[in-house]
């Protein structure tokens, strides 16, 4: 009985990574990879300040990673992604901007 979920599991694997292997599997599998490196950059960025901070590189990598994850699910006509990428990458875009407003006040500030 294991071996045979065993090898049910080897053909799944296979079928979904190797035999359907094309450049927009890859394509996925590359936005997938930018999108989690935001977690690193956030780790390495906390580690550094030595508390807990989001970095802009973070909503840089959500922002290209959702985006590449969008047109993904676009080309795959994959509704879950879609709807979940498109919602999420306007709250990325809104993060930069909202940073970008408050760096210039605060320079602004700095400034008088």
Do not use: H
């Not at 979920?5 to 035999?19: E, I, R, T, W």
């Not at 080309?75 to 901007?97: D, F, H």
């Amino acid at each position: 009985m294991i071996i045979q979920y065993g090898q049910a599991l080897s053909n799944y694997l296979y079928d979904v990574f190797v035999a359907k292997f094309d450049f927009w599997l890859a394509f996925g599998l590359v936005a997938q990879l930018f999108f989690t490196a935001r977690f690193l950059v956030q780790w390495i960025a906390s580690e550094r300040a030595g508390n807990s901070v989001v970095p802009m590189a973070f909503w840089f990598c959500s922002m290209g990673g959702g985006l590449m994850t969008l047109v993904y699910g676009v080309v795959k006509r994959e509704p879950v992604i879609i709807l979940g990428q498109s919602l999420a990458t306007v709250i990325y875009i809104r993060n930069i901007m909202l940073i970008i407003k408050n760096r210039s006040k605060a320079s602004k500030t700095q400034e008088r």
